[in-house]
């Protein structure tokens, strides 16, 4: 593959690299931070590219989206609100039926231990939801 690889030819994880790199901001590092993060809780973590352009991260299901804007990094957990928050990370996205959103803002750090307990809980849930049922 050449450097010069167009979208369809670069892997998901390939992508992401140069979406962070692309931003060059604090955006991009912050990204960075919670994308090592989610590698850390759950290392078998497989990396995704979807809907023309967003950073996914999947174990039996996704767990959450990575969506950068000008103000704020998202990452909106497709299963958040069957998971327990403790810390309270969520705080975006709070009236749906499935989803919740942590909103990181420029200068704002995320609690590392809780983010990684939620990605791991968001894993879990996947796996458990994914096993298949026994017949009886």
């Given at each position: 593959?050449?450097?010069?690889?167009?979208a369809e030819e670069s892997s998901p994880s390939q992508l992401i690299d140069e979406r962070i790199a692309t931003l060059g901001d604090w955006r991009g590092t912050t990204l960075a931070r919670l994308r090592a993060l989610i590698h850390e809780a759950?290392?078998?973590v497989i990396e995704t590219w979807k809907w023309r352009g967003v950073p996914v991260w999947e174990h039996a299901g996704i767990i959450c989206t990575g969506e950068t804007y000008k103000a704020v990094v998202k990452l909106t957990?497709?299963?958040g609100a069957s998971l327990d928050d403790p810390a309270g990370l969520f705080n975006a996205s709070l009236e749906g039926n499935a989803r919740r959103a942590i909103d990181v803002h420029e200068g704002?750090?995320?609690d590392a231990t809780a983010f990684k307990a939620l990605v791991r809980a968001a894993a879990a849930l996947n796996a458990a939801k994914a096993r298949p049922r026994k017949k009886s």
């Open positions: 593959m050449s450097t010069s690889a167009s759950v290392p078998e957990f497709a299963k704002e750090e995320i």
